[in-house]
């Protein structure tokens, strides 16, 4: 009889050991945005229209301070606070626009920023009161923060290094365009729309480019999300001032606007005054060379691009320093040239500047942006504020002495820049 079949029972095969995921590189991370590609393109429209929208919604108002001082009954330094209340609420909401992009992402804060500060400016022209005014105002600088405070990170992480300073000086060319065309169109809308008009329809404007920068601009593909921790701000801040580099860009940022501030804050008095005599609108003309700016940032960006920042900030200064001088003189158009030169250094040095600091900040790029930009809004403040008493003291030849000072402190920073080590 035969047996039945022995079956011996083998043992288990051994699982599969999956292979080590690759780890990233360099290598596998996603190209930067680089000229010729449609995506350079459209990034650089959609922060060329932010920073428009971003200046002239803040600047609207500029013109209207005599309109509000009518209208509400207040005086004319308590009128100016609808600006005001917009650039200090914009500097002390900085540093917090930079912590919720770091948390939710560069594109989505600044698109939910220009929304909400469109609808605040088209809000505006509803108020019944100047307190009411005062308060959306105040919204509307802590809404707009989100712009300036992440737009420089977002280009530092995006865009090719070679591209940079081009793409910085168009940002801030979309700036100079919007302080301009919010100052500018305001008033000639006024006369015809009346204020809530103009503000209605600066509103309207910010919120169809809100829409457009919505849509046009790539989605961040280098950010990588980090939770919001106030160890982690005040430690990443301490960093930066720790860097040999960085603290001195912030420096020369302050100085910088401080000094081109003041400039166009005070001029406009002597040229009114009995050494010449203009008219008001003489004088807006003289002034229109702000629109240099668009001119200069982005020649000045590429220029850097070719050349390096150390061999370009330095001399912008000393354009800077030179178109000063000259506003000393009897001549108006030796004035004028002197105005123009003082623009085309200043937009050009800030286009330098803030463009190395996203370089230089190696992390914590939007904290670093924001760290500049709170030093270039204070600069604003502290400088031309201190400006108006050297102008009471010792007329316009002392504040031309002044602001020397400063450039010169900024021309020596400039310098030692020079032989600031590169980073790795």
Known sequence: MPSAPV???LPPAPAAIPAPAPSPSAADAPPRLQRGTKAFRDANRALFLGGFATFALVYCV????????????VSAAHSSWSLSASTAALALSLLLAS???????????????????????IACALVGD?????????????????????????????????????????????????GMTGRVVTALLADYMGWRGALAAIGAVALLVALEFRRSLPPSRHFRPRAVRLSTLVSGAVGHF????LPRLFLIGFLLVGVFVSVFNYLGFRLLGPEFGLSQSAVSLVFSLYLMGMFSSVWI???????????VLWIVVLTMLAGLVLTLSHAIPLIVLGVALLTFGFFGGHSVASSWVGRRALENRALASALYLSCYYLGASVIGSAAGWVWEAGGWPGVVAALGACLGATLLLSLSLRKLPALA
Not at 102 to 108: N, S
Request: one cysteine or more; hydrophobic letters at 50%; a positive charge.
């Open 7 to 9: 079956t011996i029972p």
């Open 62 to 73: 500029q013109p209207l301070l005599p309109v509000f001082a009518r209208e509400f009954g």
């Open 99 to 121: 912590m919720v992009s770091d948390r939710y992402g560069r594109t989505v804060t600044m698109s939910s920023a220009l929304m909400a500060s469109a609808l605040c400016a």
């Open 130 to 178: 100047f307190s009411q005014l005062l308060l959306l105002r105040v919204l509307l600088g802590v809404a707009v923060a989100g712009i300036p405070a992440v737009a420089m990170a977002y280009l530092s992480e995006e865009f090719d290094p070679a591209s940079l300073g081009y793409a910085m000086g168009l940002y801030i060319a979309g700036n100079a365009l919007g």
């Open 242 to 245: 720790h860097d040999r580099g």
């Open 301 to 311: 960006g590429r220029l850097s691009d070719r050349l390096g920042r150390r061999r």
